[in-house]
Every structure is written in structure tokens, then in C-alpha cells.
């Protein structure tokens, strides 16, 4: 008899907590209003804005290297007649490492993407998605670059040396580039002292601050404020440059226009030379649109 008491006290006493926990819970939910709860997101990756079609569903994706370029589109193209005849609102997103760009063109996510062209033909996405190149930069040489002394290509010359590559394995000049001649030289990349930086100015600024001894990039303008052009070693020449894409499962031609000329006019506004130099491959000044060139 004692032992179910014992036991019928304890269901008791358990029941009591349960009702009890639903209690303060209730009376939680009553007391605080939802509306004002508002979580800040940790890692902003993406903007979005609305065209004057709201009531249109339809969203253009857009995927770019940078938060500035990203919003500076996103907010052009929201503005446009052509893109407000199909789309309520465009969605632009943003990441700054190459490698992150796979799934929106390895899945056709984005509508319009700067990407590089061996990464289309890696996905075989025009031929999947018909990704269509709309506006392209010039091509460009890859450098070993140095503060004090102009690179050899050597095998000698690379051993005990602080190398800055980065770290996404997409990237031509600061990763593919200098490890296939690292392969032509028979060295073992177990051998180099490897430094990894995630972007090209992270690169410029190790070895600015003396923390590696040469790095894998491209050459720019501003560049020679920080070192002498005279320490520079071409690694290939004629290497496509990045390129707009826009994906065109439809034959919308009043879209590609359109776009291309918002992809223009941004590219006048950059402070960097090479990206001033943006260049179209579609002539859309005629009655009928046609593709220009296949390379730029």
C-alpha cells in the first residue's frame, strides 16, 4: 500500500510540473507581442527590392562577388521598365568566395551571375541552363609578384621561399596557375612553404607587410603604389577574363538589353580601370539581336 502511494504521488507531483511549465509558457506568449520580436541576421548575404509590379510573384536572382556590386545592381535594374514587365522584385546575393558561386551555377539558380568561363564549361551550364555571356572584362595576364627582387621560374628559386596562394582552388592566377608550374618544375608542394589568403587583396597585403616573399596574382594599376612593376614574372598570358552571365531559357532578348545596358553604365562607375573596360557581346542597337562575338 505505502509503495502506490509513494508512486501515485509522484504521477501527482509530475503532472503538477507539466501543467505548471504550460502555464508559464501561456501566459509568456500572452504577455510578449510577436510582431516585436525581430532576430538580426548574423551574416548579411543578400539584398532584395521591388520592382513597381508587386503583385508579380516572379523574382530575378542575381549572384555577385561583392555587397556593393550586388546592391548597386539590384537596386538599378529594380528601376527598369523591362525588368518590371517580368519580375515583382530581384533578389541579389553575394558571396566573395569564388568557390560559393558553385551551386547557383552548377544548379541554375542564379538568373544573372559574374562568374568565370571555365567554371560554365566545368557545369556545362550554357548548354544545360543556356547561360548566355551578356557583358565580359578584358583578358589578363597572371604574375609572380615580389617586393624585392624579380621571380624566377625555378625550381631553386621557389624552395625555402613564403609563397601567398589563395585559397579557393578556381581562381587561375592566384591558385591554378602557379601550382601547374610548380608541376612542370617537379616540386613537390609538400616542400613549399604555402601561405593561403582568401582574396587577391588579402594577398597584396601579406606581402606588403613582409609576411610571404611573392604571391600568385594579376597585375593592376594601383598596384604600383605598393611595389615595383620591375618585380613582376608573367605566368600566362590571354586568360579570359570574368563574365557576365544571364540565363535565357526563353528567347527574351528585351531582358538581355536591358541588362546588358544597366551592366554598362555600372561598369563606367568603377574605380578600377579593368572593370571600366566591360565590353558587350550583344548588338542590341538593330530591330533584330544578335551575338557579336564568342570571346572578349
Known sequence: MNIKCVIYNKILLIVFLYLLIVLVWVCGQLSVDSSELRFAKLIETSIECQTSAIK??????????????AGT????????DVVAKQYGAVVSYWRYNTTESFEFV????????????NIMEAFKAETTYNYQPVVGFSDYTAFFI????????????????RIGLLDYPTSRSGHILPKQIFKELDINLENLNIVYASSHDALRDLLANGKVDIIAS???????????????TPLK?????????????????DLLCSVQAHLLAMSQEQSLHY??????????????VTFKRDEI
Open 237 to 253: 598570358n590571354n586568360i579570359a577574363g570574368t563574365r557576365w552571365y544571364l540565363k535565357m531559357p526563353h528567347n527574351n532578348t
Open 146 to 161: 615580389s617586393a624585392k627582387e624579380k621571380p624566377k621560374i625555378a625550381k631553386e628559386y621557389f624552395l625555402g621561399k
Open 275 to 288: 572593370y571600366k573596360g566591360a565590353q558587350s557581346f550583344w548588338q542590341c542597337d538593330n530591330d533584330v
Open 218 to 232: 594579376f597585375w593592376q594599376e594601383s598596384d604600383a603604389k605598393r611595389f615595383s612593376k620591375n618585380y613582376i
Open 73 to 80: 545592381l539590384a537596386h538599378s535594374l529594380c528601376t527598369d
Open 106 to 117: 552548377g544548379k541554375g539558380i542564379a538568373d544573372l551571375i559574374l562568374t568565370k568561363n
Open 56 to 69: 508579380n510573384e516572379n523574382q530575378l536572382i542575381i549572384f555577385a562577388p561583392s555587397k556593393k556590386i
